[in-house]
């Protein structure tokens, strides 16, 4: 509808709405961390000294920088307070996680784009369909099957595989299984995308030019699924560095994760000043990695992929 | 590339589907059982779907969590479908890089950020929390995965049919009505689903953003996790499971019996 007679009310409209939204609900709030992770704590409603008040013109614009202080950004990266160690295990926690689901999910996507084209459909759907179930019962099932006298451990049991009962929940591994368990969707359709889409007589010119199967992988289909390892990397490495729910629910006491620390900041300890300077350390962590899935994501929806 | 599959494929999708579905499948087998505890089994009982109906507070929260969901999605598949048209019918406008940034960082953005940043948000406007802040929360971040589920379908259809009913004089708005929009109804009905259940499933945005009296139903599955784990907990998953298998499935129907109408339809336009 870039067409005549469309730089009118309509035109403006279709873009002002959703623009102003985002802007108010999603761009503003950021601000609002802002600020608040340089206020300090005070015992009031809200619990932070006030925002700007333009009301008093320059006096309130001077008020305003004058009360802001880095004593909440000092708090976070003070060694003895672990929220260093948070970060830096959430960015491992999710680094690890990000391959793992990369070799689960690689396989699954190959298999789905080398199946009869007749029912790579119905394979999409099943992948998609675990993810339309509640992401927290996908969580809460794991429960049940890790537990110390859970599923796992009692069929492990009668197989006589092991005597006594594996401690998998409350650890750092149960967190990695429902991770990988989670996202996996998130890894698969655009692996899945990517290799769908390859040309496969390119493989069938290495063959007959004597390039073994395992070789021609490497040199031809994992360069080509490039984009598509990019974007799945991407699209689950991001949310889970600031996972909340997998840590708290599968991990143990001893399982940092960001997340975790800056809800804890939030609802037990009560500090919001602190609690939104974590956000915005954590944002800082994450603007690259959510500025190339941007472009990725835009790339691949401009150019109709 | 379709060479055919070799074993090893047919392996690893054989045992990645186990993965992601056994799970979920010994969720729901656990839902029957007729001991306390979840993971011994006790017998076959439906005794815990009685003891649901006569949970008044969980009753509440399905209430609240359906209206959010309803609601929000509602104004998110508008929003985003909006959003959608502006990035890919408008060209290069002023503030589109911009506008495709926030569309595209809540996707990723992390829960806990995104929930402490509409809060701090409603607080600094003294807005009341509560059923409205969740809503407008909800509709915020699931408007931007209307918004890539509709973008990628305009992206891909035949534009000639816009540009002929524009050329024969029709206005923008109507061309989108009796043209775009059904072209692209599938993708705005699948995001409006997206929506809903994104919406339905949000635990760590919802708490953030809540007041008193609006609890939703994931927030009352996590305390009552928290608790310990009990078989009434698999008996409201399985039913949240039940409940998005027969929408899902309506609208697969809904979708190929739309695909074969229209087909028809080009058969006799072509005779």
Known sequence: ??????????????????????????????????????????????????????????????????????????YVLDWNNEFLNAYGSSLIIAGVSTLLLLLVGYP?????????????????????????????????????????????????????????????LNTDLAVYIGIVYSYLPFMVLPLYSALEKMDGTLLEAAEDLGCPPMKAFWLVTFPLSLP????????????????????????????????????????????WTASSAVAVLLLIVLVVPIVIYQNIQARQLEAGK | MNRGPTWFNVTSLVLGFAFLYIPILLLIIYSFNGSRLVTIWGGFSTEWYVALLHDEQLLDAVWVTLRVAALSSLVATVLGTLAAIALTRYGRFTGRSVFSGMTYAPLVMPEVITGLSLLLLFVAIGFERG???????????????VAVVVQSRLVTFDRSLEEAALDLG??????????????????????????FTLSMDDLVIASFTTGPGATTLPMRIYSQVRMGVTPEINAICTVMIGFIAIIVLIASIATKHQETVRRREEQAAAQ
């Open chain 1, 1 to 74: 509808m870039a067409l005549p007679g469309s730089r009118g009310i309509g035109r403006r409209l279709v873009i002002a709405v959703p623009f102003f939204w985002l802007l108010l609900l999603f761009v503003v709030p950021f601000l609002i961390v802002l600020k608040i992770s340089l206020s300090q704590d005070v015992i009031a409603q809200p619990p932070y000294t006030p925002l700007l008040d333009l009301s008093q013109g320059w006096a309130g614009l001077k008020d305003f920088f004058s009360q802001l202080n880095f004593d909440n950004y000092g």
């Open chain 1, 228 to 271: 598509g390892v990019a974007a799945g990397a991407l699209l689950c490495f991001i949310p889970a560095v600031g996972e909340f729910v997998i840590p708290d629910l599968l991990g143990g006491s001893d399982t940092l994760m960001i997340g975790k620390s800056l809800w804890t900041e939030f609802t037990v300890n009560r500090s």
């Open chain 1, 108 to 168: 699954i996507a190959y298999g789905m784009a080398r199946a009869p084209r007749s029912i790579q459909p119905t394979l999409v759907m099943m992948v998609i369909l675990p993810f339309w179930t509640s992401f927290l019962i996908r969580v809460y099932a794991w429960i049940g099957i890790l537990s110390q006298d859970g599923l796992l451990n009692q069929a492990l049991t009668a197989l006589g595989i092991i005597d006594t009962p594996l401690e998998i």
């Open chain 2, 170 to 195: 029709c206005s923008p708005a109507k061309t989108f009505f009796i043209i775009t929009l059904p072209l692209i109804l599938p993708a705005v009905i699948s995001g409006f689903m997206l929506a």
């Open chain 2, 131 to 145: 059923f409205w802040t969740i809503m407008l929360a909800h509709t915020t971040f699931t408007m931007c995965f």
